[in-house]
């Protein structure tokens, strides 16, 4: 009987072990591990609460930023913190009417950086290695955020239209890049006012190679 026990127990677990393989199921909360419950519950927050950042901490996670591990440690990135509500008010109106519809379908929309009360411009030359430690750099930043509480979204749509758009153009310029460096995305930050479940992942992407 115990061994018949034992034997359910075990298959039990194989068919568990099986069914989570593939599946993108729920973080785990890290078992005490901060990092890892960093990495696990982080989400791109897409509401947020009227409250301004300090920029203390916008410095701060910042910072985090550029401590990135990056090629040759040439630091080949710009970082630009906006939290002047004028500026992604004014930016967000013309936004608004080049493109009138994915407005009308957000109603939820305040203005064009999901929301968020302040976003941090990150922007590289092109060469070989920029785009990737640039990458490395945002986690940085939304990981180090997500820390103290804050809520982060990482964006590409603005980068398209600031880069693009000639009625943006003041406002690219105002982020004063060094010549020939290029807006490669934003990352709109505040204090949340949502909590969203957790978006897929597909596990059968890792695999051990024997
Ligand atoms: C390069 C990049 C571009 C993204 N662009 C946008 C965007 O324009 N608008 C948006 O709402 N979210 C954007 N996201 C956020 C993703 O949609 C989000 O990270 C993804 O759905 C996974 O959800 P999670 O971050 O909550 O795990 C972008 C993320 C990355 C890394």
Redesign the pocket.
Known sequence: MKKLLISCAALFALVLTGACKNASAAPAEGDGNPVIEAIMN?????AYKDTAVPRELLQQVAECGVWAPNAMNAQNWAVRIVDDAKYINDLSEIYKKANPRMVENDPNFKNMF?NAPAFIAVAAPENQFSAIDC?LL?ENIMLAAYSLGLGT???????MFMNTNPQAAPFLKKLDFPEGYRLL?VIGIGYPDES?E??P?DLSKIKFVD
Request: aromatic letters at 4%; charged letters at 30%; one cysteine or more.
């Open positions: 982080r989400r791109a927050i897409r999901r990458g945002g979204c990482c964006m590409a749509g603005p980068v995305y969203p957790p978006r992942r």
